[in-house]
């Protein structure tokens, strides 16, 4: 191989008596060259094919890896642009339920406020002293208000539990009354629901002032006419209180059909404290000045004060006992077992 002298001032031969041109400048590493076959003898030309066909086989070796490359980029590209047509198309379905979501549940809510205002439209409910036309205006109660005729009279308690009160679709000329500075620490639910076959008529619950409801507590009304669940006042309750003023099912006398589980109603009287998981059921009367221990059922009347009812079903078992809503010495000179009872928190019953 020869070079031009004029085109090149600087070669260095490779094997084979090949010579290379540099036409740049600097140092002869690192810069680029360019052959030129010009009129090499036969020795040289078939240095050149050698070299050629050892060349020839990685050239066409990575060509096909290039071109096998290039067709995995294009099925991964295709994959990708199928999966993201899908997942386009689930977003716009997803989207679609949101909507369809959202305009069932407006138009739920705005059924649910049309039903709320006929329905204390057909009830009169009263709020510290005032009518109310809609559970906004009594935000710290919850009234689910269904039935007609019926009468909710309710004075704000205090402390952060709610006071649930629950009437029935069926419930007819039913009364609720809930007195003055009441205290409930968790929930007091106050229920007017058909039981028995028996839809609640002219049924009433009557709760009076200063009680602490120190726990969940559940009062159903009774279902008869003229049925009363009586609570009087400054009563302790503890968590878990069952009063049940209606009747699931009938007894009777097979001899004489008489009912024995008919509805009689409840009374519960003054300063009384109802501990823990206790069971008042229809037919009970509690006497003022009593303590009905946990996890007693009471059934019956217990007319005498100062006593402590346990037991299932409960008795009198001890005679002459008061109690006081602290452990210190406040029983002493204290007018009322609850005195401290409006603290900014209730002690556990």
């Known amino acids: 191989m020869t070079v031009t002298p004029a085109a090149c001032s600087l070669e260095k031969p490779l094997e084979g008596g090949v010579s290379v041109c540099h036409e740049g400048k600097g140092s002869w590493r690192g810069m680029s060259y360019r052959a030129k076959i010009m009129d090499a003898p036969q020795t040289e030309k078939s240095a050149m094919r050698r070299l050629i066909k050892a060349i020839l086989p990685y050239g066409i070796v990575r060509a096909i890896q290039l071109s096998r490359e290039n067709n995995d980029l294009a099925r991964r590209f295709e994959a990708l642009s199928t999966e993201m047509v899908a997942l386009k198309a689930e977003m716009e379905v997803e989207a679609e339920d949101r909507r369809r979501t959202k305009a069932k549940l407006a138009e739920e809510a705005e059924r649910n406020l049309l039903e709320e205002r006929e329905a204390f439209r057909r009830n009169l409910i009263v709020f510290n002293g005032q009518r109310i036309s809609s559970r ?140 823990q998981d206790v069971i008042i059921l229809n037919k009970s009367r509690i006497a003022s000045d009593n303590i009905v221990a946990a996890r007693s059922v009471v059934n019956r009347a217990f007319e005498e004060p100062n006593t402590i009812v346990a037991g299932t079903p409960g008795k009198v078992t001890k005679r002459g006992m008061m109690w006081h809503l602290n452990t210190n010495d406040d029983y002493l000179t204290a007018m009322s077992p609850l005195s401290g009872a409006r603290s900014a928190t209730a002690k556990s019953a």
């Not at 069926?170 to 839809?199: D, H, L, M, P």
């Not at 159903?220 to 009747?247: C, D, K, Q, Y």
């Not at 059909?257 to 003054?270: N, P, W």
Request: hydrophobic share 40%.
């Open 136 to 275: 906004s205006q009594a935000p710290m109660i919850d009234l689910q208000i269904r039935g007609e005729d019926n009468a909710i009279i309710i004075d704000e308690p205090t402390g952060p539990g709610v006071l649930h009160v629950i009437l029935d679709s069926k419930s007819r000329g039913c009364k609720f009354e809930f007195g003055s500075s009441n205290r409930i620490v968790a929930n007091v639910f106050v229920s007017f629901s058909e039981t028995g076959a028996q839809a609640p008529t002219e049924s009433s619950v009557k709760i009076g002032s200063g009680n602490l409801f120190n726990g969940n507590a559940h009062i159903v009304a009774g279902t008869r006419p003229s049925t009363l669940v009586e609570i009087g006042n400054e009563n302790l309750f503890a968590n878990n209180i069952h009063i049940l003023g209606a009747v699931d099912h009938l007894i009777y006398d097979i001899n004489t059909k008489e009912k024995v589980s008919a509805e009689a109603g409840i009374s519960i009287e003054s300063r009384i404290w109802i501990c």
